[in-house]
């Protein structure tokens, strides 16, 4: 302890540059030591002035360290050279170009898988906003049936009643001015398109008078109101009773409904660019009309020969009929004009594998659509439409010749149309509807038919037959049977079971289980496949 309070007590001697004074004794304490030569490592007095040893240490003497650097460089004149030597060239990379192309692509589909995701996502979301679904449906939309799900002659159809209303803003907000039926035949790939005239002369179930067709779903859903029912409540009592005139008037069975508003319809147009019309010289108009959106007149133009219609022009194309030479009857059959050009538009476009559409289309909508159909069955629709060419589109009107089942007239100075039969009398409506809008298993299967009259009733089997023609059966024999006293109806299969749809729909119609064989010989059925012989 006393040694080293000692030596820190002493004084050093100053020195520089690694250089110690001429007057200092290196001991055994020093902490420098010289190179490895003379005097055992020791410095003299002299050290000093010989220039030609080191200054401070000699690397070359001193342990050499793996520090992973270059060793120290000394130049011609002995001294250490400072100068770092150049960084070693980094080894150029080779880009791979393919890489970078797939690593862009890869990126380029994950981008895209994210967006079409959401909009896609935010399509389907709301899709399912307006096609809830809730309809008993239409079996026909299935692959190979099974016959005992089709409840009647019609099913094997698709028919979407389409209602436009003009919705708030307009005048009569809640009359359907539009009413037009889509029927479609998936196992013939045809379809048709049926208008119904807005002042069509019906008696609604239930009520006392009658009215036009088009307020049957404002009164119904006013009604329903007044009884405190929810908006939701009352809407389906318009849709329900509106479907419910058709049927029974119409003679069809009613699958599915949508309600379109002018703001849909208008807005659905643009959507897809617009519509593109062969104007026939019979479809031209000039007509200045209303617009209640706006508050101002639009001035309709149309011209014979390829025309395109953007949404307002197609609405207000769709709406006239003032102008023309057969008021309503012409504007239905423009309609249907706009619907099918609407559909071929949807389809080359590809509109419902297209998310982005599909987003555009809802946005439009908005609570301007209702409709009672899934959304698996509108894919369903859709993938068949696709099948279906334009050219097999018929276009059915009550009033187009040679078919004209209806005509105007004027009750208690109401301009109205009714049947050309009678107010009330639908007969021969139903039956043209029926054949213009057949069955598609009785078309494909175009079962024979023979009927006997097996009754002491004159005119049974002409009756029978009418009626089963009316549905588009194929009656091919219409007789008397050779006894009179049969109880019940026999049904005869002569195909067993081959066609099994018609089967099915006259086991049905008749009330009675098919049997393979005659109950008597002597009735020759020639080339029928279903013989009927008619009871009490």
């Not at 276009?395 to 009750?411: F, M, Q």
């Amino acid at each position: 302890m006393d040694n080293f309070r000692n030596n820190q007590a002493k004084k050093s001697r100053p020195s520089f540059d690694g250089v110690i004074r001429p007057d200092l004794k290196a001991g055994a304490g020093s902490a420098y030591h010289g190179p490895s030569n003379a005097n055992n490592g020791l410095l003299t007095r002299n050290s000093l002035n010989n220039f030609r040893a080191s200054d401070g240490f000699h690397a070359a003497q001193q342990p050499v360290m793996n520090t992973g650097r270059q060793p120290l460089r000394r130049g011609p004149d002995g001294l250490i050279d400072l100068t770092l030597p150049p960084a070693p060239a980094k080894p150029r990379r080779k880009r791979n170009r393919k890489k970078l192309v797939l690593r862009s692509f890869a990126g380029i589909a994950v981008l895209l898988v994210v967006m079409v995701g959401f909009l896609f996502g935010k399509g389907y979301l709301k899709l399912h906003q307006i096609f809830k679904g809730g309809a008993q449906g239409a079996a026909a939309l299935e692959d190979n049936v099974d016959p005992s799900k089709l409840r009647g002659e019609g099913d094997g159809r698709v028919n979407i009643l389409l209602l436009g209303k003009g919705g708030e803003g307009h005048d009569g907000p809640d009359l359907t001015d539009t009413i037009l039926i889509a029927s479609i035949d998936p196992v013939q790939k045809k379809a048709a398109l049926l208008s119904i005239p807005r002042d069509l002369w019906v008696q609604p179930e239930g009520s006392s008078g009658h009215t036009k067709i088009n307020a049957v779903y404002a009164n119904a859903k006013y009604a329903a109101l007044a009884k405190k029912q929810s908006k939701d409540d009352a809407e389906k009592a318009g849709l329900n009773a509106i479907e419910k005139e058709i049927q029974t008037d119409i003679g069809i069975p009613i699958h599915y409904h949508v309600m379109v508003d002018f703001n849909a319809f208008e807005q659905a147009i643009n959507t897809v660019g617009g519509v593109d019309i062969n104007v026939a010289a019979s479809e031209t108009v000039y007509e200045v009309l209303y617009d209640e959106s706006t508050g101002k007149h639009y001035t309709l133009d149309v011209k014979q020969g390829q025309q395109h219609f953007d949404g307002q022009r197609a609405l207000f194309y769709a709406r006239s009929r003032h102008t023309s030479a057969r008021g309503d009857f012409d504007r239905t059959e423009r309609q249907r004009k706009i619907m099918l050009a609407l559909k071929d538009k949807i389809l080359s476009l590809g509109t419902f594998s297209n998310p982005a559409k599909i987003s555009q289309l809802i946005d439009a909508f908005g609570n301007h659509v209702q409709a009672n159909l899934s959304i698996q069955e509108v894919m369903r629709l859709y993938d068949i439409g696709k099948g279906i060419d334009s050219s097999s589109v018929a276009s059915v009107g009550l009033a187009d010749s040679p078919n004209n089942y209806v005509t105007t007239d004027n009750v208690n100075g109401i301009s109205i149309v009714r049947p050309r039969a009678g107010i009330d009398d639908f007969s021969e409506i139903q039956s043209y509807i029926r054949n213009a809008l057949k069955d598609g298993f009785i078309a494909n299967e175009n079962a024979s038919i023979a009927i006997y009259n097996g009754t002491e009733t004159p005119g049974l089997a002409t009756r029978k037959a009418a009626e089963l023609k009316s549905y588009g059966y194929n009656v091919i024999t219409i007789a008397d049977a050779p006894t009179k006293t049969y109880q019940k109806t026999v049904l005869t299969d002569l195909r067993n079971g081959q066609k099994k749809y018609t089967k099915h729909y006259l086991e049905q119609r008749l009330g009675v289980t098919a049997v393979g064989s005659l109950p008597d010989t002597s009735i020759n059925p020639g080339a029928a496949d279903f013989v009927i012989i008619l009871g009490q």
